[in-house]
Each structure stands twice: as structure tokens, then as C-alpha cells.
């Protein structure tokens, strides 16, 4: 029970029916609006890492390149890696990078007019580009370490708008 919060029972959760069994909600009733999430994720790795991200010195490429590209297609196919997500029509996705001290801070934000919100695009976006940041460094950081995956505002829908 410790992943469920403990006041939470089987029916309060969506997408479970009352055997327990998983099912994908039921959405044709909601109404359709505006819908935008952000999420993050963080590599934590080295100085020296940091150093040749920013100077195109890895020796698989320029790593941010590739996370933000992989972060945008990861949101489209968000509905193939999560079994229970709606397919939406996607509207806007950005993925941008905060370079710190040791770290790579990735910002994913996703948007769509429809009947469900958009935070597990945004966090598909965030956790895969994170992996391609790993990939791209792991030649020369075995050691990096992903982070801090979370949901970081939401607007839109009925249960409204919500930020850390």
C-alpha cells in the first residue's frame, strides 16, 4: 500500500474497475480544452562531463541535440509505452536544458486541446531525453545518475490548474 496513498480505495482509482483489473477511462463525456504540462527530469554527472557538453566534446555528438529530439518523439509515443494513456493530438512540445555545476536539468512541456491532460507526454518527454543525455555520456560517466523525475505545473480540465 506504501505506493498508494492510503486513503485512496480500488474505486477511486480510474483505472481500475472493481475486480481490481486494469481498464483505459473512459473520456467521451469530458469536455475538450486547452491542456498543458511540465515535467523534469535531472542528469547529475561530473564537472568534466559539463565541460564537454557545453564544448561539443563528447565523443558521441552534441548529447543535447539528440535528448531534445528524443524527448519530443517520446511524448508522440507516449500512448505505445504507457498502456493505459489516451493516443491525443499533441500540439506543442519543448524540451530545453538548464546546464548546472553537475548537472543537466531537462524541462519538458506539453500541449493539446482534448479531453485528458498531458502530464505523462510530459514526463515520457523528460525521462526519455534524460536517457539520451545518459546514453551520450555514459563513454565517459558510467557513474551518472537520473533524477528528480516529476511533474512540475498542469493547466486545464476539470481538476484544474496546479504548480510545485
Not at 149 to 162: C, F, M, Q, R, T
Request: a negative charge; aromatic letters at 2%; charged letters at 20%.
Amino acid at each position: 500500500m506504501d505506493a498508494v496513498n492510503a486513503e485512496q480505495t480500488p474505486a477511486a482509482l480510474t483505472h481500475l474497475r472493481q475486480d481490481g483489473s486494469a481498464q483505459m477511462v473512459d473520456v467521451s463525456t469530458k469536455a475538450e480544452t486547452t491542456r498543458e504540462a511540465t515535467a523534469t527530469a535531472t542528469v547529475n554527472t561530473t564537472a568534466e562531463v559539463m565541460g564537454l557538453l557545453g564544448t561539443g566534446g563528447l565523443p558521441k555528438g552534441d548529447a543535447l541535440a539528440v535528448a531534445r529530439v528524443a524527448g519530443i518523439m517520446a511524448a508522440k509515443k507516449t500512448p505505445e509505452l504507457v498502456p493505459l494513456c489516451h493516443p491525443l493530438p499533441l500540439s506543442k512540445v519543448t524540451v530545453d536544458f538548464d546546464l548546472v555545476a553537475t548537472a543537466v536539468v531537462i524541462v519538458a512541456t506539453v500541449k493539446t486541446r482534448g479531453v485528458t491532460g498531458v502530464e505523462m507526454e510530459a514526463l515520457t518527454a523528460a525521462s526519455v531525453a534524460a536517457l539520451s543525455v545518459y546514453d551520450m555520456i555514459k563513454a565517459v560517466d558510467k557513474h551518472a545518475v537520473l533524477t528528480d523525475i516529476k511533474v512540475l505545473a498542469k493547466s486545464g480540465g476539470k481538476s484544474g490548474d496546479w504548480a510545485l
